[in-house]
Antibody, heavy 119, light 113 residues
């Protein structure tokens, strides 16, 4: 069965960087785009961007341009999202989600990774 | 960017009664390939989101048939025919027509009266 398992919670200081991993299993990793979505406490979903695990190509929401980097390691079927120059308003749960391209639906989600930014 | 606007933001519903959520996009969601990439997701408390509906009206695998989607162009609706306790949560519409940028609605909270 399809599973996306994310890395554990992180606590970071303002100005630091965080790298969240998302390990995929149960399907061909390179066959599906991976999206990243975040959710601040008590708030809605915010789309961050995607990576094509086959080519490594990426696209980021304008809000995160210059601060976010999405990468992958196909040898271990894992996608990564790194966010730099963290601020307190980056405190959120970060999710990876697989894109089912034909229907443009995010059909499987990771369990989420809480990133807390605090001095 | 396409802006997605949901109404209402909160919907108290009696068990067994219907619920309806509206989602409006700032631009038509009809893609050049003729498809409309509007989906609905459910997020139960403490859980990651879950895909319910894709391309306006298609239920994802395992989704009960009390959930239905409809609409066209810029106006879309999610309906729950008879709300059950497990339906409590926040519902989001999402557009994926404007490649490569996706956007979500702000969410509608469904709760039991």
């Amino acid at each position: 069965q399809v599973q996306l398992v994310q890395s554990g919670a992180e606590v970071k200081k303002p100005g630091a960087s965080v790298k969240v991993s998302c390990k995929a299993s149960g399907y061909t990793f390179t066959g599906y785009y991976m999206h990243w979505v975040r959710q601040a406490p008590g708030q809605g979903l915010e789309w961050m961007g995607w990576i094509n695990p086959n080519s490594g190509g990426t696209n980021y929401a304008q809000k995160f341009q210059g601060r976010v980097t999405m990468t992958r390691d196909t040898s271990i079927s894992t996608a990564y999202m790194e966010l730099s120059r963290l601020r307190s308003d980056d405190t959120a749960v970060y999710y990876c989600a697989r894109l089912q391209w034909l229907v443009r639906g995010l059909d499987y989600w990771g369990q989420g990774t809480l990133v807390t930014v605090s001095s | 960017d396409i802006v997605m606007t949901q109404t209402p933001l909160s919907s108290p519903v009696t068990l067994g009664q219907p619920a309806s959520i509206s989602c409006r996009s700032s631009q038509s969601l009809v893609h050049s390939d003729g498809n409309t990439y509007l989906s609905w997701l459910q997020q139960r408390p403490g859980q990651p989101p879950r895909l319910l509906i894709y391309k306006i009206s298609n239920r994802f695998s395992g989704v009960p048939d009390r959930f239905s989607g409809s609409g066209a162009g810029t106006d879309f609706t999610l309906k729950i025919s008879r709300v059950e306790a497990e339906d409590v949560g926040v519902y989001y519409c999402m557009q994926a027509t404007q490649f490569p940028l996706w956007t979500f609605g702000q969410g509608t909270k469904v709760e039991i009266k």
